[in-house]
């Protein structure tokens, strides 16, 4: 699966920003899809991801509340809509793609090339 993620850019901090993850290739409906994200100096850390089978979603603790996770299967496209952005939210996000749904980095198997989000104070 090919994915190209999109809608990075510099926010202030309390802003939004949405980011899409646009995915081509194998079936890509049969695949959960996430959002993670790695900051400069920390290792990637898993943020939200979506089922393909019954839209059920999970949502790592520092995000609930503020981020959702989305799928438009017409289009083949994930979105994540995050909100009350914090500073400690500056990060490269990457999409990926997995068999089943999960924040376990590992079982993905397909990687987007990363949006950067830079939260300012």
């Known amino acids: 699966v090919q994915l190209q993620a999109s809608g990075g850019g510099l926010v202030q901090a309390g802003g939004s920003l949405r980011l899409s993850c646009a995915a081509s290739?194998?079936?890509?409906?049969?695949?959960?899809m996430g959002w993670f994200r790695q900051a400069p100096g920390k290792e990637r850390e898993g943020v939200s991801c979506?089922?393909?089978?019954?839209?059920?979603?999970i949502d790592a603790d520092s995000v609930q509340g503020r981020f959702a996770i989305s799928r438009d299967s017409a289009k083949n496209t994930v979105y994540l809509q995050m909100n009350s952005l914090k500073p400690e939210d500056t990060a490269v996000y990457y999409c990926?793609?997995?068999?089943?749904?999960?924040?376990?980095?590992?079982?993905?198997?397909?990687w987007g090339q990363g949006t950067l989000v830079t939260v300012s104070s």
């Open positions: 990926a793609v997995a068999p089943f749904v999960t924040l376990y980095a590992d079982s993905y198997i397909d």
């Open positions: 290739g194998r079936t890509v409906s049969r695949y959960a």
């Open positions: 979506i089922s393909s089978v019954d839209g059920s979603t």
